[in-house]
């Protein structure tokens, strides 16, 4: 499916209506790759496509669906039977986030069709806030007594493992209380007779339903665990994260993130099946804020216009250092960002983040200074034949640099932090709101400087 000879003779299959050589492709086929050969197919042709696919391989692919329209669509065609028949085989977590993303009407018709534990247990995960552990959880998990031997423990793996969605490891729990973990391999290498208290691990890592997915993610990752134990107030198991999960956090959480800092709002749908309409909503308040925000630039310059009328040539240096400061800014911003999501650095870190990023700016400034000051003599004064390009004029371009890049970093790196201590996403403080902050914090610089050297 990765090479587009393999999705063309797949859609030529589709047009030329020839089922069973497609089924018999399909049936060897990935359920991700058989998922984006239906993102390519119409209403009709997604429906005919779905049926000609074994049972059991259906509800994967369903999960695998990038487009939640694609999937309401399939429910709405869905007999009843072929509904259960679906929901049978999705694991718990997979069929909430399924319903999350549904109309009133697909999520009672979903319900309805599910029988009365599951229908259960899903009202309980929608009931957890939507950023928690408890709402990326599932409830499909192999639970063990302390007291049962290692053949008994294989006994129950083998007689409920099917239904559950990892078995690698085994949550030890009496009266629901979390006790230990013990993985599979501990069990294959002990004996029969060997009590499960005897071997499983006590010191269990696990996390609150209410803690925030994303850390819970982080925490996963860190740890390099297949699966998290989820525990309530008190500390009665109720669930499990999986790898898989979180990996399907990060990856919202990055896309989330990117745009934010792009000053976009934040949407859950892919590029192409995002309406026009729904785009241009996502982007005009941010582009709307912004224009009427970089009015200070604005009126900033007809402040200045009279200093500008007695030196026109500082005129074309306002957009270099308009744009080296926002670029000097938006690395800032970027690098604490990181570090934030990544709990590298906290708000009380904040003055050794600023005294860092002050010695940083020092030696970038310097450095963009003297290259600049070569760079106005000899092209702009000398190869260019521009008079009006004096060592004084370059000096007070090269002294604004350099102030304008000390002040872009300090703010590129402060704005975020002080963002996330009152509870603001730190990536709204990045490109876009910082370069309009930045732009007119360097005409000021420039202005004030130039005023006092030239005497304008």
Not at 80 to 98: I, P
Not at 128 to 141: L, V
Not at 359 to 377: D, E, Q, Y
Request: hydrophobic share 45%; aromatic share 8%; glycine share 4%.
């Amino acid at each position: 499916m990765h090479e587009n000879y393999d999705l063309e003779l797949l859609l030529e299959l589709v047009k030329g209506k020839q089922f069973r050589r497609l089924r018999e492709l399909l049936e060897g086929m990935n359920e991700v790759d058989i998922a984006e050969f239906l993102d390519e197919l119409g209403p009709e042709e997604l429906l005919i496509v779905f049926r000609l696919l074994p049972k059991e391989m259906a509800a994967d692919v369903f999960t695998e669906l990038e487009d939640s329209d694609d999937q309401e669509r399939l429910i709405n065609a869905f007999s009843d039977q072929e509904l259960r028949d679906v929901l049978d085989e999705l694991y718990l977590d997979d069929t909430v986030d399924v319903i999350e993303d549904m109309p009133a009407n697909v999520v009672s018709r979903i319900l309805r069709n599910s029988d009365s534990a599951t229908r259960s247990q899903i009202n309980q995960l929608l009931n957890y806030p939507k950023d928690s552990a408890g709402s990326i959880m599932t409830t499909e998990y192999v639970y063990l007594h302390p007291n049962a031997t290692v053949e008994e423990s294989f006994a129950r793996i083998r007689k409920v493992g099917m239904d559950k969605e990892t078995i690698y490891t085994c949550y030890v729990t009496q009266r629901r209380i979390l006790l230990g973990v013990v993985t599979v391999r501990r069990m294959l290498l002990s004996s029969y007779e060997t009590r499960i208290r005897d071997i499983m691990e006590t010191n269990v890592l696990s996390v609150n339903t209410h803690e925030d997915k994303e850390d819970v993610a982080q925490t996963l990752n860190k740890y390099a665990l297949s699966a998290l134990p989820v525990v309530d107030a008190e500390n009665r198991l109720v669930g499990i994260v999986t790898f898989d999960d979180a990996m399907d956090v990060i990856e919202d959480e990055t896309t989330e993130d990117f745009e934010k800092m792009a000053a976009i709002l934040p949407s859950d749908k892919p590029y192409l099946k995002t309406g026009v309409l729904e785009t241009w909503r996502a982007r005009i308040p941010w582009l709307l804020l912004l224009m009427l925000s970089a009015t200070f630039t604005g009126i900033i310059i007809t402040s200045f216009e009279g200093a500008l009328a007695a030196c026109v040539v500082l005129t074309s240096f306002i957009p270099m250092l308009s744009g080296t400061g926002g670029n000097s800014g938006s690395q800032s911003s970027v690098a604490i960002i990181r570090a934030l999501s990544l709990d590298e650095v906290e708000f009380s870190d904040m003055l050794s983040v600023v005294w860092k990023e002050i010695r940083v700016a020092v030696l970038c400034g310097v450095c963009l200074a003297v290259a600049n000051f070569i760079k106005m003599m000899l092209v702009d004064r000398w190869l260019m034949g521009n008079e009006e390009v004096t060592p004084m004029v370059a000096l007070v371009v090269c002294l604004t640099l350099v102030f304008t890049v000390l002040c872009a970093k300090v703010v590129g790196c402060t704005l975020p932090m002080a963002a996330e201590k009152i509870g603001i996403d730190p990536a709204v403080m990045a490109s876009p709101f910082i370069t309009t902050i930045v732009d007119a914090m360097s005409l000021l610089i420039y202005f004030f400087i130039a005023t006092n050297l030239l005497h304008l």
